[in-house]
């Protein structure tokens, strides 16, 4: 009897049950997908460190499907809640007629399990497809050989989406038995008839805090824009973020408080159609849920912000690589290694007398004693790299060094600066395709392509500062940094190398390393890795031999490079996405559950409208304006803060895209969030349409 009743209440309410099926579904279809590319990784051709890269971002992504299922455990908690609170008079009949509050929830219990596995069926099926295309997207961006492919269904994903939404289901079962249990039948049966108390508020005042809020919040902004030099630590960042969260909930606060009064100065406009009414309608919502609708604008503000962000990632790291890793090989080593010498820690250490002998010589001939076939390479670079020992940071920023240790204390100002000759950078730049310059015999120049230390740099090169190197003194040729590196890098991270003239008297005891480059001599990529294997597996006979003759040679590829940044930008990617669907899915199910609350507490509005006169399309068009504002109001605020928040990413982080570059992603994010977004507004429009119809 109580399943046949539960059965029945379940379709005959399903309108109600919209948004709540909607948010259940998508949540579950989410949770698979994103719990499911392990299922994949077996059949994706990758590498061995490609295959370790993934395995880490399976990881990661399951840590964060907890914070995740906490996040949609609540939001389904709260829209049951919507439910529950719909369906008070019902309840009432059920008590007024004899039944008991056990019953009541064990038909609360049943109608919760079905619309349960309703939801979990639907929502697994739509993941099962969807993470197919998952997995090919991950196989693209790791450039994977997909032909062993297939369909797959992942039973350690279906078996852990439904271990969580059973809990989150238990859940709601307990919170609904506890609500059932405080009911009492006189409150269940005058439910509809009480109001939310509104608080008028005075419109000056309101008018003022709306001013402060903006001021405060174009503060804000311009702290993380135009100030950005003085956000250079995270205890000065929250500031700027704190103002932006007081500011948005100020403006909601106080928009209730003289939206109205201004409207209604205009009569022509006030008085108009059904103006008056949703006007006041809006009002009303603004002043009852301002706490909700900042949460819901900053909810929106972070999908925003890190769809863009994560969409744009990464394509813009495999620009930066295509730029920075020219080649194939970078290889480096000390050079002049003294019998014993301090380490970076600190530590003495004593080297070999092979070693000391193997740094008095470039890479190309360690290579050639130690048994590498060196016809294996081509186009090889050799070039000695001078360290001076009163030639360091400190040094370089001379008469600034105390104002610039104040602002930046974090530096080592003891390294030492890189010199090089500037013949012997160009024959390093012309391989790598990237400018190559000339210097007066009296003149210096710094490349540094790492942004924060060139802007540091520059307050001192535009002061002319003149640098003694090796006994003459030199003139900086530029009054800023000039773009350019030496080393393979998946961003830009030169600190600074000083260019000097060739007539530059360093000498051969002064070079403290030895540096080289190459490309391997192949066609193929499967060629090109086999090349690789010498200098990256160890087991090869090459680095068995550089062990056995205490030889130390450092190095990166630019194969390493690329798989290791390509796997770094993936699996921020998705966990970003993840994060920003789920962000969206929740501002989406709040904001609709809202309106849906509003719409069946306001039916008696809407009947007094119809017993005016007003016809069901004036109703149905002013339903319709109330909730598309309500739903653009957060939207419109979060767009602004992602316009700024956007702005600040692309200043402070250097591996960003350019503003013109993001519009891919902005597309894609306006296109995600049209469709979650449109359609929570499409099912709240629809169900507050059926609830207005219903009689009181």
């Given at each position: 009897?109580?399943f046949?009743?539960?059965f029945r ?6 309108k ?5 099926f ?6 579950v279809?989410?949770f698979y997908?994103f719990n499911?590319?392990d299922?994949q990784?077996?059949?994706l051709?990758v590498?061995?460190?490609?295959k370790?890269?993934i395995t880490?971002m399976?990881?990661m992504?399951g840590i964060?499907s907890?914070?995740v ?10 829209a049951?809640?919507?439910l529950?609170?719909?369906r008070?008079?019902e ?8 039944m008991?509050?056990?019953q ?5 219990l049943l109608e919760t399990?079905?619309?349960?596995i309703?939801?979990l ?15 090919i997207?991950v ?14 269904f992942?039973?350690d ?8 939404f059973?809990?989150v289901?238990i859940a ?5 038995t506890f609500t059932?249990s405080r009911?009492r039948?006189?409150n269940l049966?005058t439910?509809?008839?009480k109001n939310e108390?509104?608080?008028i508020k005075?419109?000056?005042i309101s008018i ?18 135009g100030?950005?030099?003085k956000l250079n630590s995270m205890?000065?960042?929250?500031w700027?973020?704190?103002m932006g ?11 209730s408080g003289f ?16 103006n008056?009414?949703v006007?006041?309608q809006?009002?009303?919502k603004?002043?009852?849920t301002v ?14 912000s890190?769809l ?14 295509v ?9 480096q ?8 010498g301090?380490t970076i820690?600190?530590?003495?250490e004593?080297y070999s007398q092979a070693?000391r002998e193997?740094?008095?010589?470039n890479?190309e001939?360690?290579?050639?004693n ?7 390479l081509?186009?090889?670079v050799?070039i000695p790299?001078?360290e001076?020992?009163?030639?360091r940071?400190?040094n370089?920023f001379?008469?600034?060094f105390q104002e ?5 204390s ?6 030492k600066?890189e010199?090089?000759?500037i013949?012997d950078?160009?024959k390093?730049a012309?391989l790598y395709?990237?400018s190559?310059f000339?210097?007066a015999?009296n003149e210096?120049?710094v490349l540094c ?8 740099r520059?307050?001192?090169l ?5 640098l003694?190197?090796?006994?003459k003194?030199?003139i900086?040729?530029?009054?800023e940094?000039q773009?350019g ?10 600190t600074?190398?000083l260019l000097?003239p ?10 403290g390393k030895?540096?080289?480059?190459a ?5 193929t990529e499967?060629e ?6 010498i200098?990256?597996?160890k087991?090869s006979?090459?680095l068995?031999n ?12 630019r194969i390493a ?13 998705f ?8 962000f969206?899915?929740?501002?989406s199910?709040?904001?609709?559950l809202?309106q849906?609350?509003?719409?069946s507490d306001n039916?008696q ?5 119809r017993?005016i006169?007003c016809?069901e399309k004036?109703?149905n068009?002013?339903?319709?304006r109330?909730?598309?504002?309500v739903?653009m109001?957060p ?5 602004i803060?992602s316009i700024?928040?956007i702005k600040?990413a692309l200043t402070?982080m250097?591996t ?5 570059e993001l519009?891919?992603?902005i597309?894609a994010t ?7 977004y449109g359609?929570?507004?499409l099912a709240t429009?629809?169900?507050?349409k059926n609830?207005i119809?219903?009689?009181?």
């Amino acid at each position: 009897m109580l399943f046949k009743l539960s059965f029945r209440n379940m379709k005959k309410s399903f309108k109600d049950y919209a948004i709540y099926f909607l948010t259940l579904v998508l949540g579950v279809a989410i949770f698979y997908m994103f719990n499911s590319l392990d299922s994949q990784q077996a059949m994706l051709q990758v590498s061995e460190s490609q295959k370790q890269i993934i395995t880490l971002m399976i990881g990661m992504l399951g840590i964060v499907s907890v914070f995740v299922a906490v996040v949609l455990g609540l939001l389904i908690v709260y829209a049951n809640n919507f439910l529950i609170n719909r369906r008070k008079k019902e309840f009432g009949i059920y008590m007024t007629l004899g039944m008991g509050k056990r019953q009541i929830s064990k038909i609360i219990l049943l109608e919760t399990i079905l619309i349960g596995i309703l939801s979990l069926v639907a929502g697994i099926v739509i993941g099962v497809f969807a993470s197919q295309f998952m997995s090919i997207l991950v196989g693209k961006m790791f450039e994977a050989d997909m032909s062993n492919f297939q369909f797959v269904f992942s039973q350690d994903a279906c078996v852990k989406t439904c271990i969580c939404f059973a809990v989150v289901y238990i859940a709601v079962m307990i919170f609904n038995t506890f609500t059932i249990s405080r009911y009492r039948l006189i409150n269940l049966l005058t439910a509809i008839k009480k109001n939310e108390e509104v608080k008028i508020k005075n419109p000056v005042i309101s008018i003022l805090i709306f001013m402060i809020a903006v001021v405060v919040l174009g503060y804000a902004y311009w702290l993380v824009t135009g100030g950005i030099d003085k956000l250079n630590s995270m205890d000065k960042l929250i500031w700027p973020i704190l103002m932006g969260i007081g500011s948005t909930i100020a403006i909601f606060w106080s928009l209730s408080g003289f939206v109205l009064k201004l409207v209604q100065a205009k009569k022509s406009t006030y008085l108009k159609g059904t103006n008056m009414f949703v006007l006041r309608q809006l009002n009303n919502k603004i002043n009852t849920t301002v706490i909700s609708m900042s949460v819901i604008c900053l909810m929106l503000f972070m999908t925003i912000s890190v769809l863009s962000a994560s969409l744009s990632l990464n394509d813009n790291v495999q620009k930066e690589m295509v730029k920075l890793t020219p080649i194939d090989l970078n290889l480096q080593k000390k050079a002049n290694l003294p019998e014993s010498g301090k380490t970076i820690t600190g530590k003495t250490e004593k080297y070999s007398q092979a070693r000391r002998e193997d740094s008095k010589i470039n890479i190309e001939e360690s290579l050639k004693n130690n048994g590498f076939d060196m016809k294996l390479l081509k186009d090889v670079v050799n070039i000695p790299i001078y360290e001076i020992g009163d030639m360091r940071w400190k040094n370089f920023f001379g008469n600034m060094f105390q104002e610039i240790k104040q602002e930046f204390s974090m530096l080592s100002y003891e390294t030492k600066e890189e010199i090089i000759k500037i013949s012997d950078y160009n024959k390093i730049a012309k391989l790598y395709g990237i400018s190559q310059f000339e210097l007066a015999d009296n003149e210096y120049m710094v490349l540094c392509n790492y942004n924060n230390m060139a802007t540091i740099r520059n307050r001192v090169l535009q002061k002319g500062n003149t640098l003694t190197i090796a006994g003459k003194q030199y003139i900086p040729k530029y009054e800023e940094c000039q773009d350019g590196f030496i080393e393979m890098s998946a961003s830009g991270i030169n600190t600074g190398i000083l260019l000097v003239p060739d007539s530059c008297d360093l000498q051969q005891e002064q070079i403290g390393k030895h540096f080289m480059i190459a490309n391997y001599n192949a066609d193929t990529e499967n060629e090109k890795k086999e090349i690789e294997k010498i200098f990256a597996d160890k087991n090869s006979q090459l680095l068995k031999n550089f062990e056995k003759n205490d030889i130390e040679i450092d190095g990166i590829t630019r194969i390493a490079i690329i798989e290791a940044s390509k796997g770094l930008a993936t699996s921020i990617v998705f966990i970003a996405i993840y994060l920003g669907i789920v962000f969206l899915i929740a501002s989406s199910a709040i904001l609709a559950l809202k309106q849906l609350t509003e719409s069946s507490d306001n039916k008696q509005r809407y009947l007094i409208l119809r017993k005016i006169g007003c016809d069901e399309k004036m109703i149905n068009k002013a339903l319709f304006r109330q909730i598309a504002i309500v739903f653009m109001l957060p939207l419109f605020l979060a767009i602004i803060h992602s316009i700024f928040g956007i702005k600040f990413a692309l200043t402070a982080m250097t591996t960003m895209a350019s503003a013109e570059e993001l519009l891919p992603s902005i597309i894609a994010t306006v296109c995600i969030m049209g469709a979650v977004y449109g359609l929570y507004f499409l099912a709240t429009y629809l169900g507050s349409k059926n609830i207005i119809k219903e009689e009181v």
